[in-house]
């Protein structure tokens, strides 16, 4: 799976998780939580999406790595690939 | 023959616009069918009906906005043929409904329609014509239809005349939803008497179970901390019958269940108190899901009128993105809010040592009518002693 793609399902998470959120609007460098305004109850319906689009089931130890689109991008690939999750964490996530 | 009424769908609610009949004369109704949708300021929620029989004649028409307890439906047996409709209501004209104070503490927030506290009737209110297509733009844009003149043929309101509104700010349901949680509040903190306390809960023994129970299980059947909260306060409310009651007629009622409202925030600002059903005999995945759907009908405006009326204590958690601790205004005519500040990691004192624990803040508003500081200080202690033992929850 390519980068693009994994990017493609994560907006398409994200907006599943908060309707009416444009995936242009989305910056893959805020945190999501705090530009969407997300709670805990969103934030684990988005590792659900995930984990339904990718088969990736994100432990709740790693919430932290997907704080932005960047680092859900940087995570999932590496998860994917079947390689370690990347180092350092973002602000918990749940 | 039964009487559905306009419900009481919380304690800020005065009025609702009937918008659509899903059953219509003739129709058979089953206990728990719903058979209308309402809107009101704080969104468009399906009603259900309480009785068995047939729909025999509709009251009110779509579009037409009515005082709580106005007579919408009559319900019979089906011995007698359906009545027809009412006849079409003249085309838009604002209906007239009083100013947003909310009903009396005293009015029962209805568990059913045939409960609902009967207003005294308005001057007939004026339906509203409109196309469907209006109707579920303005249901999408947040739009009051009463507001608007309509352009279309005889002064229907069209798709246009609703994306005017919109662009406008008109009829802004956020800002109608605000007036009817100020009058609310305003009339909680002016009636009842309230009295706080808090203390600090030791988590970590909640945290270690919940990460255990996390990290074997797929994220759909991962837990949040605040089920815990939920089942733990739940269990201590059994124990402290009058903190989980309502204050009516001078008189203390307590309730059969428990049923905890909970306060759910809305995207765009905004508040709704839905209710988790039974909560203390639920299991923490079943009230996880139950707590999920809630959220899920709150947010994408599909709550059913059971959903709002049926709360018998209220509690209000931050999550893990709030403040330290909540001090909140008791939603009339219950008798407590419980709330709960955002968990976090501080020092905590264990045989002797400091250690970091999670840790949360957890707060009593009580009506001083119901009961007093003692009895919520044990209420809160009993809510810790719970959380100390998470695998019995």
Same mark, same amino acid.
């Given at each position: *799976?390519?980068?693009?793609?994994?990017?493609?399902?994560?907006?398409?998470?994200?907006?599943?998780?908060?309707?009416?959120?444009?995936?242009?609007?989305?910056? +893959?460098?805020?945190?999501?939580?705090?530009?969407?305004? *997300?709670?805990? *109850?969103?934030?684990?319906?988005?590792?659900?999406?995930? +984990?339904?689009?990718?088969?990736?089931?994100?432990?709740?130890?790693?919430?932290?790595?997907?704080?932005?689109?960047?680092?859900?991008?940087?995570?999932?690939?590496?998860?994917?690939?079947?390689?370690?999750?990347?180092?350092?964490?973002?602000?918990?996530?749940? | 023959?039964?009487?559905?009424?306009?419900?009481? =769908?919380?304690?800020?609610?005065?009025?609702?616009?009937?918008?659509? $009949?899903?059953?219509?004369?003739?129709?058979?109704?089953?206990?728990?069918?719903?058979?209308?949708?309402? /809107?009101?300021?704080?969104?468009?929620?399906?009603?259900?009906?309480?009785?068995?029989?047939?729909?025999?004649?509709?009251?009110?028409?779509?579009?037409?906005?009515?005082?709580?307890?106005?007579?919408?439906?009559?319900?019979? #047996?089906?011995?007698?043929?359906?009545?027809?409709?009412?006849?079409? #209501?003249?085309?838009?004209?604002?209906?007239?409904?009083?100013?947003?104070?909310?009903?009396?503490?005293?009015?029962?927030?209805?568990?059913?329609?045939?409960?609902?506290?009967?207003?005294?009737?308005?001057?007939?209110?004026?339906?509203?014509?409109?196309?469907?297509?209006?109707?579920?733009?303005?249901?999408?844009?947040?739009?009051?239809?009463?507001?608007?003149?309509?352009?279309?043929?005889?002064?229907?309101?069209?798709?246009?005349?609703?994306?005017?509104?919109?662009?406008?700010?008109?009829?802004?349901? #956020?800002?109608?939803?605000?007036?009817?949680?100020?009058?609310?509040?305003?009339?909680?903190?002016?009636?009842?008497?309230?009295?706080?306390?808090?203390?600090?809960?030791?988590?970590?023994?909640?945290?270690?179970?919940?990460?255990? $129970?996390?990290?074997?299980?797929?994220?759909?059947?991962?837990?949040?901390?605040?089920?815990?909260?939920?089942?733990?306060?739940?269990?201590?409310?059994?124990?402290?019958?009058? =903190?989980?009651?309502?204050?009516?007629?001078?008189?203390?009622?307590?309730?059969?269940?428990?049923?905890?409202?909970?306060?759910?925030?809305?995207?765009?600002?905004?508040?709704?108190?839905?209710?988790?059903?039974?909560?203390?005999?639920?299991?923490?995945?079943?009230?996880?899901?139950?707590?999920?759907?809630?959220?899920?009908?709150?947010?994408?405006?599909?709550?059913?009128?059971?959903?709002?009326?049926?709360?018998?204590?209220?509690?209000?958690?931050?999550?893990?993105?709030?403040?330290?601790?909540?001090?909140?205004?008791?939603?009339?005519?219950?008798?407590?809010?419980?709330?709960?500040?955002?968990?976090?990691?501080?020092? $905590?004192?264990?045989?002797?040592?400091?250690?970091?624990?999670?840790?949360?803040?957890?707060?009593?508003?009580? /009506?001083?009518?119901?009961?007093?500081?003692?009895?919520?200080?044990?209420?809160?202690?009993?809510?810790?002693?719970?959380?100390?033992?998470?695998?019995?929850?």
């Amino acid at each position: *799976m390519t980068r693009e793609e994994i990017r493609a399902a994560v907006l398409d998470a994200i907006v599943a998780v908060v309707p009416g959120t444009r995936q242009s609007d989305i910056k +893959d460098e805020t945190p999501i939580r705090d530009q969407l305004d *997300m709670d805990s *109850m969103d934030f684990i319906n988005f590792v659900v999406e995930l +984990d339904e689009r990718l088969a990736v089931a994100v432990p709740e130890s790693d919430y932290g790595r997907l704080a932005t689109v960047n680092g859900c991008i940087e995570y999932l690939a590496r998860t994917l690939a079947g390689g370690p999750p990347p180092v350092g964490s973002g602000p918990a996530g749940s | 023959m039964g009487e559905f009424r306009m419900p009481t =769908l919380g304690a800020d609610m005065v009025a609702g616009t009937l918008t659509e $009949w899903y059953k219509h004369p003739g129709d058979v109704v089953n206990r728990g069918d719903i058979i209308a949708a309402v /809107d009101t300021d704080k969104g468009s929620i399906d009603v259900e009906v309480f009785e068995d029989g047939v729909l025999e004649r509709v009251v009110v028409e779509e579009g037409q906005k009515v005082p709580v307890g106005t007579l919408l439906a009559v319900i019979g #047996s089906g011995a007698g043929a359906p009545a027809p409709a009412a006849a079409p #209501s003249p085309p838009a004209a604002a209906a007239q409904v009083p100013p947003p104070t909310p009903p009396s503490a005293a009015a029962p927030a209805a568990p059913s329609p045939s409960a609902a506290p009967t207003a005294a009737p308005l001057p007939p209110a004026h339906g509203v014509r409109a196309s469907p297509l209006a109707r579920r733009l303005a249901a999408d844009l947040r739009v009051d239809l009463t507001g608007i003149t309509g352009s279309g043929p005889g002064g229907a309101i069209v798709k246009e005349d609703v994306e005017a509104a919109a662009a406008r700010g008109g009829g802004d349901r #956020s800002a109608r939803m605000r007036r009817a949680i100020a009058a609310a509040m305003a009339k909680s903190n002016r009636e009842i008497p309230h009295f706080y306390l808090a203390t600090t809960i030791d988590l970590g023994a909640a945290s270690a179970w919940l990460a255990q $129970w996390n990290a074997a299980h797929p994220p759909a059947e991962r837990l949040l901390p605040a089920v815990l909260l939920l089942k733990a306060t739940a269990l201590a409310l059994l124990e402290f019958p009058e =903190l989980n009651a309502r204050w009516e007629q001078e008189s203390l009622q307590p309730a059969a269940e428990v049923h905890i409202g909970m306060v759910t925030s809305l995207r765009g600002g905004g508040l709704v108190i839905p209710a988790v059903h039974q909560v203390n005999r639920r299991t923490l995945p079943e009230l996880m899901r139950e707590v999920r759907e809630l959220v899920q009908r709150a947010r994408s405006g599909t709550l059913r009128s059971s959903d709002l009326t049926d709360g018998t204590v209220t509690v209000t958690s931050l999550g893990d993105r709030g403040a330290d601790a909540v001090f909140g205004v008791i939603y009339p005519p219950q008798t407590a809010l419980i709330g709960f500040g955002t968990p976090a990691e501080r020092p $905590w004192v264990v045989a002797g040592q400091v250690v970091p624990r999670q840790v949360v803040t957890a707060s009593l508003a009580a /009506d001083h009518r119901a009961s007093d500081g003692h009895r919520g200080g044990m209420f809160l202690a009993t809510i810790a002693r719970l959380l100390q033992q998470p695998e019995g929850l």
